[in-house]
C-alpha cells in the first residue's frame, strides 16, 4: 500500500499545478532573497557612512580642539605680555610717586604750599 500511495504522490507532485506552485514558490524565495540581499548591503552602506562621519566629526572636534588650545595659548602670552608691561609701568609709577615723598619730606617743614589760585589772590 505504501508503494502505492508514493506512487500516487509522485504522480500528483509531477503534475502541471504542482510543478507551477513549486516554480512560484521558487521564484517567490529567489525574488525575497534578492530583497533582503539589497536591503542588507544598504544597511551596512548606512552602517559604514555613519561610521565615516563619526570619524570625520571627531577628527574636526579635535582640529578644533587643537586651534582652541592654540588661539589660548597664544591669548595668554599677549596677556602675560601686557601684564609685565603695566607692572613695569607701575613700579615706574611706584618710584616716582616714592622720590616725590622724598622731596616733599626734604622741604622745610614751615614751607606753605599753596594752589595757583590762591598765590593769585595773595599777590593781589
Known amino acids: 500500500m505504501a508503494v502505492l500511495s508514493l506512487a500516487w504522490w509522485g504522480a500528483k507532485l509531477t503534475g502541471v499545478t504542482a510543478t507551477a506552485a ?6 517567490a524565495v529567489i525574488l525575497s532573497l ?13 552602517q559604514a557612512e555613519r ?7 571627531a577628527k574636526a572636534q579635535a582640529s578644533a580642539e587643537k586651534d ?10 599677549v596677556s602675560l605680555a601686557e601684564a ?12 616716582a610717586r616714592v622720590e616725590l ?22 599777590n593781589r
Not at 513549486?22 to 521564484?27: C, M, P, T
Not at 534578492?34 to 548606512?46: F, K, Y
Open 84 to 95: 609685565e608691561k603695566w607692572r613695569v609701568d607701575l613700579e615706574a609709577a611706584e618710584a
Open 51 to 57: 561610521a565615516a562621519w563619526s570619524v570625520r566629526m
Open 22 to 27: 513549486a516554480l512560484a514558490a521558487s521564484v
Open 68 to 77: 582652541a588650545r592654540a588661539k589660548l595659548a597664544e591669548a595668554e602670552k
Open 101 to 122: 615723598e622724598k622731596l616733599l619730606t626734604e622741604k622745610q617743614a614751615n614751607a606753605v604750599c599753596f594752589t595757583a589760585d590762591m598765590v593769585e589772590a595773595l
Open 34 to 46: 534578492i530583497v533582503g540581499s539589497i536591503t542588507w548591503l544598504r544597511h551596512d552602506a548606512a
